[in-house]
Nanobody
Framework: QVQLVESGGGSVQAGGSLRLSCAASGYTYTNYCMAWFRQAPGKERKEVLAIYRGRTIPYYADSVVGRFTISQDNAKNTLDLQMNSLKPEDTAMYYC???????????????????WGQGTQVTVSS
């Protein structure tokens, strides 16, 4: 059974940085698509931010490319999201998600992910 637990959220001023971690168990990174999503207040759907699968090239949404970096920490067995140059519009609940990889690119839609963490809140003030 895949289990995901996020940590690292908090409040920061615009321009600041945060590092989110997703402690994962019950699977291997190469067989799963691992993603970070966020859901802003009042938004119905979760927005994909970055996707990681083993040794493939990570995917980044246009809204975060150049500012966010997704990576795997082998020592801690976590999937991390380094967030730099944060903006007030980055304020949201951030989620780690996983889905078994079948073939081709990993999905960009939240409905395609089977496993979710509980979320961690990120608040960016201006």
């Amino acid at each position: 059974q895949v289990q995901l637990v996020e940590s690292g959220g908090g409040s920061v001023q615009a321009g600041g940085s945060l590092r989110l971690s997703c402690a994962a168990s019950g699977y291997t990174y190469t067989n799963y698509c691992m993603a970070w999503f966020r859901q802003a207040p009042g938004k119905e759907r979760k927005e994909v931010l970055a996707i990681y699968r083993g040794r493939t090239i990570p995917y980044y949404a246009d809204s975060v490319v150049g500012r966010f970096t997704i990576s795997q920490d082998n020592a801690k067995n976590t999937l991390d999201l380094q967030m730099n140059s944060l903006k007030p519009e980055d304020t949201a609940m951030y989620y780690c998600a996983a889905a078994p990889w079948r073939e081709g690119p990993c999905a960009l839609w939240d409905t395609r992910y089977n496993y979710w963490g509980q979320g961690t809140q990120v608040t960016v003030s201006s």
